[in-house]
């Protein structure tokens, strides 16, 4: 018997773990301590041979103030276990081991692999430690992930959190557990911690409230999840007009998108990935063939300009759209804007509160995560950038730029529309 006894809610947790588990506990309610006794529990029942596991914090300082000495604790009474200080290492006797790391030295990952690994405190942490360097050291031996943490706004946590709860992946879980439903922390210290805590400080730290660490989000979180469990009958929509925003990206990170709307409802985007522009011009030409929009815009800022100039090549009709020009609307109450792409996020955001979303998990991230702020010569509306974005560790909003730039322009359809292509209400799923 491993000492520190689980409670209630970690009890729960165990019996429901998946292959990737998305904890997201409120402050001082055991995650650590959970954790590692997961890691010492699985490391201790291996068959595998030469088992390796991992517990990974922001920092490596961090991991030794944190995991080092609760490990020691749990397996201190177990025979054949033998601790290396200067690694921070667990040597079990049948040849597993259990070391501790820190997402600040990502170098430190590489060339291992992982039957178990733990990822404490996943909203400081840049997403490719979890991309590039995690996941695939879980690969070869199938091993699993437990991710754990308190929110801190928009970022890989809560990006995995919501794919944990889309209930589209059969090996993901995730949960949230807050001070009031653990028993963890004695109702009278809640009482006296909420009176001293700020409302945020109190949402963010004891309610797990993933959107009250980012006041000046331009897009609310519960706002875009309500907007994807809306279901808008067909009729609503079958009459407005068709509309796509193309969102152009070549290699690296960034995607190119098309997305879809009609009245107030979006349907599913299609995303590629390291396309040539000649190329996704042609599929953009496909799309449009299949879809017959009364109107397409696409980004033509940078690289985007040669999109737009093939399909009008290929004879079809598209709007160019620079995210830094002029407002549409200006002169008519488009001066209150810094550039179009924040004039077009405005009206996207208004949207939402009423429109109805595809269930894309990386969407619900995408929307919530840039921020607004008033901070030009002008004193005008301006929107996080996308390089401002990936300096704080966050993707490129790709989904969300294509679905703002359908608001680029007043769009009417000429005529009544007997319903939506039958293409569209089969739209192919984001991937």
């Known amino acids: 018997m491993l000492p520190y006894p689980l409670r209630v809610h970690q009890k ?12 997201v506990w409120h402050r001082r309610g055991g995650k650590t301590v959970f954790a590692v006794k997961r890691l010492a529990s699985a490391a201790l029942k291996t068959q595998l041979s030469a088992g390796r596991f991992g517990y990974i914090a922001p920092l490596y300082r961090q991991a030794k103030a944190v995991a080092w000495d609760y490990l020691k604790a749990i397996l201190r009474d177990v025979p054949g276990v033998t601790f290396n200080e200067s690694e921070l290492q667990a040597e079990l006797g049948n040849g597993a081991t259990i070391r501790l790391f820190g997402a600040d030295n990502p170098d430190s990952l590489r060339g291992l692999y992982f039957d178990g690994v733990v990822l404490d ?23 699993w992930a437990l991710f754990i943490g308190t929110p801190k706004g928009t970022n890989l946590f809560s990006e995995l959190f919501y794919r944990s709860t889309s209930g589209s992946e059969s090996d993901w879980y995730g949960e949230i557990r807050r001070a009031t439903d653990t028993g963890a922390i004695s109702p009278e210290e809640l009482d006296r911690a909420k009176r001293e805590m700020t409302p945020s400080q109190w949402a963010q730290e004891m309610e797990c409230d993933f959107s009250a660490a980012v006041e000046n989000a331009l897009v609310d979180l519960n706002t875009v999840l309500e907007a994807q469990r809306r279901q808008l009958p067909p009729e609503e929509h079958a009459q407005e007009a068709v509309v796509l925003g193309v969102d152009v990206a070549r290699y690296g990170d960034d995607r190119s998108v098309v997305a879809v709307r009609q009245g107030r409802r979006c349907f599913p985007f299609r995303v590629w990935r390291g396309l040539d522009l000649m190329t996704l011009a042609g599929n953009v030409a496909r799309v449009m063939d299949e879809l017959k929009p009364h109107a397409t815009f696409v980004d033509q800022t940078g690289i985007g300009s040669g999109v737009v100039d093939r399909l009008r090549q290929l004879g079809r009709r598209v709007v160019g759209v620079e995210f830094g020009g002029t407002p549409y609307s200006e002169g008519v109450g488009g001066a209150q804007f810094l550039n179009r792409r924040a ?4 009206a996207m955001a208004e949207w939402v509160k009423t429109g109805q979303l595809p269930a894309t998990p990386e969407l619900i991230g995408e929307l919530t995560a840039p921020t607004y702020s008033f901070g030009n010569a002008a004193g005008r509306l301006q929107l996080e950038s996308k390089e401002d974005m990936k300096k704080r560790g966050l993707p490129s909003p790709d989904l969300a730029d294509a679905l703002a730039l359908t608001f680029a322009e007043p769009v009417h359809a000429p005529g009544l529309r007997r319903g939506p292509p039958v293409s569209i209400r089969a739209f192919g799923a984001s991937r």
């Open 12 to 23: 729960d947790a165990l019996a429901n773990l998946a292959r990737f588990s998305v904890l």
């Open 343 to 346: 004039e077009m996020w405005w």
């Open 121 to 143: 405190e996943v909203a400081q942490m840049r997403p490719q430690v979890w991309g590039e360097i995690v996941r695939p050291a879980l690969a070869d031996r199938e091993g």
